[in-house]
């Protein structure tokens, strides 16, 4: 099991930047897939990205890639959701989540561990 914790939300205006954090601990995580889902108020719960720890391709949501980064710091076990261009309807609390096969899903029941999510307000 890995402990997740996020950071970084806040307020920003439309056209703004933020940079979310999800700090990992715990046994062995080397091999998971780490996550981040968002889910907006009365919306389900929906896939952003997803990255290996080791160097690979990550997974974008389609509607969100060229806006959206994700990336790894792993001497810090912490990963990273750099948001840019931010438009009000990313408003949402940002969940990082980890799968421990190591796959990558964008369905949030085919992962393990979650945090307790960082909310994002942009606004207009």
């Known amino acids: 099991q890995v402990q997740l914790v996020e950071s970084g939300g806040g307020l920003v205006q439309t056209g703004g930047s933020l940079r979310l954090s999800c700090a990992a601990s715990?046994?062995?995580?080397?091999?998971?897939?780490m996550a981040w889902f968002r889910q907006a108020p009365g919306k389900e719960r929906e896939f952003v990205a997803a990255?290996?720890?080791?160097?690979?391709?990550?997974d974008y949501a389609s509607s969100l890639k060229g806006r959206f980064t994700i990336s790894t710091d792993n001497p810090k076990n912490t990963v990273y959701l750099q948001m840019d261009s931010l438009k009000p309807e990313d408003t949402a609390i940002y969940y990082c989540?980890?799968?421990?096969?190591?796959?990558?899903?964008?369905?949030?029941?085919?992962?393990?561990?979650w945090g307790q999510g960082t909310q994002v307000t942009v606004s207009s």
């Open positions: 715990g046994r062995a995580f080397g091999g998971y897939t």
């Open positions: 990255i290996r720890w080791s160097a690979s391709s990550p």
């Open positions: 989540a980890a799968n421990r096969r190591g796959l990558f899903r964008r369905r949030d029941d085919e992962y393990d561990d």
